[in-house]
């Protein structure tokens, strides 16, 4: 979301936080959080030290957008919107008068993230357009666009993405919210184009590649896609979400038991790989096998199914 309001003991914060990392002295809630919303062990670590930071500073505005993020990134939306309302009780006490830019900004900038997460997008942009009356800012740029292509106004997200493409900025996540916004708004083939500029510096970012090669599937270029793919598991070869895809795009008739039971080990620790389960069952034509995955798998909501970039070539949510 990349708004930055951190206050002046963040850098200490942070050490004590990792000095208590070290001791192993964990928060207990972010053990139950895990238990009760099934994340991943990288997911795990990223809240655990959010919530150490926290513990010591508990109204660090920058540490709260980082717990909104990763709330947003395992489809918690409830407890993002509600961190969002604990960030917004805490800056409210500013008087709106003040001449503090920075701090006015993210204001307006974090009421319409608050909005977009109550699906109140028309208000969510008009805070937006707040901000950007002071300059143009990627990050809010790219929260207008999405709120723009929610209410389906298609011709004024492609203009806020042109005020976005029009800015001057090469970094690696500038580059990646360009190619983000352009991908959402289907424009594939430019959108691989930023992303592949993001990827010449940082060139063993599996996230990268990984984008890369789902857009070349959405263009229906497998053999590109499988080209990263494969880069993906020069880096990584036991990335699993690389040799499903792979797997799943290749036009072989045969049985991948390998993959198969590589999936079932990733199984004990995240449930939401059931859907690769599913998916790999299907292509190697376990028919009876993959009914159980599927109903396995809608019996939990929190687990969606068609989430994934092949899902056009599996006709078997319909």
Known sequence: MGISYATP???????????KLEKKDHDPRVKKLRNELKITEDEFEKLK????ILEIEPTNVNTL????????????????????????????????????????????????VCKKLEKKYAESIEYFDIVLQNGQNIVVLQDKIDSL???????DAEESCKKLLEIDAHDLDSLIIKAECLEKLKKYSESINFYKKALSINPENIE???????????????QDAIMY???????QPDEINAQTSKFLISKEDV?????????NEKLKADPRFLTYKCLVLHHMK????????????LIDHELDPIAFYFRKRVDIFK
Do not use: W
């Open 49 to 52: 030290i959010i919530y150490l």
């Open 149 to 155: 292509i929610k209410l389906k106004k298609n011709t």
């Open 229 to 235: 793919y494969d880069k993906i598991l020069k880096i």
């Open 65 to 112: 957008l980082d717990q909104i993020r990763v709330y947003l990134e395992i489809d918690q939306f409830q407890k993002a919107f509600e961190t969002s309302e604990m960030i917004l009780s805490y800056i409210k006490s500013y008087p709106k008068t003040s001449e503090d830019f920075d701090l006015q900004n993210t204001f307006n900038h974090v009421c319409g």
């Open 255 to 263: 049985e991948n038991l390998d993959l198969l039971a590589k999936i």
């Open 9 to 19: 003991d963040f850098t200490k914060s942070l050490e004590l936080a990792s000095e």
């Open 208 to 222: 990268i590649l990984h984008e890369i090669a789902g857009l070349h599937m959405e263009l229906e270029e497998d």
């Open 286 to 297: 376990k028919f009876e096998e993959f009914s159980e995955c599927l109903n396995e798998i």
